[in-house]
């Protein structure tokens, strides 16, 4: 990742908004969710890119963070342009984008009807219009607009709904800028909101996605244990497990000679890692899964 914070949190943006694409639409748009077929699935992708009548430069442009396909009641679709935008400043061109993408999809799509919502993490609240003029030519788009400085911090923590959370960890975000032990701490606090909420695991696994790329827990001055306690919720149970095997047999093969001193090592392996898991809150029987060791070994930790 970059050492510039609206890159990785930018993408961290796009990526929630597909992974967690109905929750999104039932936070920003309630109204739009209420009329959703829930037997269909919703199709998305990031940097959508649309056909583009001009110059051969114009045709690659990328004109849209993320594209939603919605489908409704009734069998028709609806287009859903979500600009995310993650801005330390004002960004000048932000609405002129959306009218963009909202004209471009509208135009390549004509069967559906379009729609769209932005994110705005810049220091302007006036970023929810375009107009443009042009010799008796008059153009106007209005759109929601969800700028995420004015959302309180106490508000989100409150709202236990999955997108609130993100945009939680989103809020968190611009208090913690480049600092390490900021990232961190609100690492750990948006880990321990996510226990006992009612998530289900892909709800959980986009939410803690999100406060991974968010935080940057791959940038320097992160924590081991903070790294350790997030792969173990994003990641399976099998993908642990290996790895769980991959680092049982590093620590065996740091013990020569004695087969005793190869056991005793895995087996201290194994302990350490039961140790973080129930510092974290994880099931019993998950740790069992993972570690193989028996219940009354696990209990006695």
């Keep these: 990742m970059s050492g510039r914070p609206h890159k990785w949190r930018d993408a961290a943006w796009k990526q929630a908004l597909v992974d967690g694409a109905r929750e999104a639409i039932e936070y920003f748009m309630p109204d739009l969710a209420s009329d ?46 979500c600009l995310a935008e993650q801005q330390d400043a004002h960004d000048n061109s932000f609405a002129a984008r959306m009218f963009d993408s909202w004209v471009r999809i509208r135009a390549s799509r004509p069967a559906g009807r379009t729609t769209g919502f932005a994110i705005y993490t810049g220091d302007s609240k006036n970023v929810s219009s375009y107009a443009e003029s042009c010799y ?36 968190l975000s611009l208090e913690s800028g480049n600092d390490a032990a900021l990232r961190e701490k609100y ?55 290996k790895r769980i095997a991959e680092e049982a047999a590093m620590i065996q093969g740091k013990f020569e000679g004695k087969i005793e001193g190869k056991i005793e090592g895995k087996f201290e392996g194994k302990i350490e890692v039961a140790r973080k898991m129930l510092a974290r809150k994880m099931p019993i029987n998950e740790i069992i899964d993972i570690t193989g060791l028996n ?3 696990i209990l006695s930790l």
């Design 36 to 81: 959703m077929d829930t037997s269909r699935e919703i199709t998305g992708m990031t940097g959508a890119e649309l056909p583009v009548a001009g110059s051969d430069s114009d045709k690659d442009m990328l004109v849209s963070d993320v594209f939603l396909n919605i489908p409704v009641t009734g069998g028709e679709d609806w287009n859903v342009v």
């Design 136 to 171: 008796g030519l008059e153009a106007t788009l209005r759109f929601r607009t969800f700028h995420l400085p004015s959302y309180s911090v106490e508000e989100l923590r409150e709202d236990n709904r999955p997108f609130a959370r993100v945009m939680h960890a989103g809020r």
């Design 187 to 241: 690492a750990w606090e948006l880990l321990n909101m996510t226990s006992g909420q009612g998530y289900d695991k892909r709800q959980r696994k986009f939410i803690l996605d999100f406060a991974g790329r968010i935080f940057w827990l791959n940038g320097p001055g992160i924590s081991r244990d903070l790294k350790e306690a997030y792969e173990m919720q994003t990641i399976s149970l099998e993908e642990y497990s």
């Design 295 to 297: 219940e009354k070994d």
